[in-house]
């Protein structure tokens, strides 16, 4: 059993029709078709949505993100139209809200891997294989791969998890010209971003990205995609430490599980005994305390830091 504690209610604003509630966003479509992507406060970990929300973290995600679709422009076209708030939206979506082109989704979660970690560690310690790929001997938590591999997983529902699959599979489910093109420009967008984040201290370990396809007229949000354009946009969020595992470049040492800018302050409380919960039981998650919320929301605002160079406040300076 898994989910949320307790699904919120969407919030009703005239002209925007609401699609979907998920783990961390709510979706709509404005009346000229596009679509309308709220970030929330909310987080997940082992499958929850817990009841405790962390302060500024949907709007940190979100100008991250933002500033991540800047820096890949000219690699690949992104599905961003602004960030204005729809007329009648609470004012606290201001900074939270991404109005983006409605596009249609490849059903992969496209997952680049530089490090070995997760649930790659865990196929590995089986088959010295991740998603089929055959990796050396000798590689433990943390250890830096001979080089980036594709590692793509379905989309899972929420509740569900995510399960890599081969590249084989994907080439069947979307196409072998779609896989090709879907392996080929998550390595580029990932050897980019690597390089970005490594030159702020920063060890981009995976990431995964989300494309489409623009059923439209070809408007190609921030940028214009170059010689690597095959008619796939980025969408989704891109490069948060929601998606992404981010490691201080500094403290890095294979052989044991990173300290990392992201909601691993969560996932120890909730796995130790002041939590009082048991992950493999029925009962949902407790709130969290006041101290691992802020040490959470502080990962969160140290990533942003590092990254931009800019110190996190709001509104943005």
């Known amino acids: 059993m898994s989910g949320f504690v307790e699904k919120p209610d969407p919030v009703q604003v005239p002209g925007l029709l609401h699609l979907h509630t998920g783990k961390v966003r709510d979706l709509y479509r404005n009346e000229a078709g596009d679509l309308v992507m709220v970030a929330s406060d909310r987080i997940s970990a082992y499958d929850w949505v817990l009841p405790t929300e962390i302060p500024d973290k949907g709007r940190i995600l ?81 250890s830096e791969l001979p080089g980036p591999i594709f590692t793509p997983a379905t989309k899972a529902a929420v509740g569900d998890h995510d399960e890599n699959v081969s590249y084989e599979e994907v080439a069947r489910e979307v196409g072998p010209e779609t896989a090709t093109q879907l392996r080929q420009l998550t390595l580029a967008v990932y050897q980019r971003a690597r390089e970005i984040a490594l030159d702020r201290g920063i060890i981009l370990a995976d990431t995964k990205f989300e494309f489409g396809r623009s059923p439209g007229d070809g408007e190609d949000g921030i940028g214009v995609a170059a010689e690597t354009d095959v008619g796939l946009v980025l969408g989704d969020e891109v490069l948060t430490p929601d998606s992404s595992r981010f490691w201080p470049a500094d403290a890095w040492q294979p052989g044991r599980a990173q300290p990392s800018f992201d909601k691993q302050f969560v996932r120890d409380w909730l796995c130790g005994p002041e939590s009082g919960w048991d992950r493999t039981g029925q009962q949902p998650p407790p709130p969290l305390p006041d101290h691992i919320v802020e040490e959470t929301r502080e990962k969160y605002a140290e990533a942003y830091r590092m990254l931009t160079g800019l110190d996190w406040t709001w509104p943005l300076r």
């Not at 007329?87 to 109005?99: C, H, K, L, Q």
């Not at 059903?107 to 649930?119: D, H, I, N």
Request: glycine fraction near 12%; proline fraction near 6%; charged fraction near 20%.
């Open 62 to 142: 979100t100008q991250l993100s933002l500033w991540w679709f800047e820096q890949l422009a000219d690699l690949v076209p992104n599905h961003v139209l602004g960030t204005d708030v729809p007329e009648g939206a609470p004012a606290d979506w201001e900074g939270r809200t991404t109005v983006c082109r409605s596009l249609n989704m490849i059903p992969v979660e496209c997952v680049a891997r530089g490090y070995l970690t997760g649930s790659g560690l865990a196929e590995y310690e089986r088959s010295r294989t991740v998603c089929g790929l055959a990796l050396p001997e000798g590689l433990t938590d943390g």
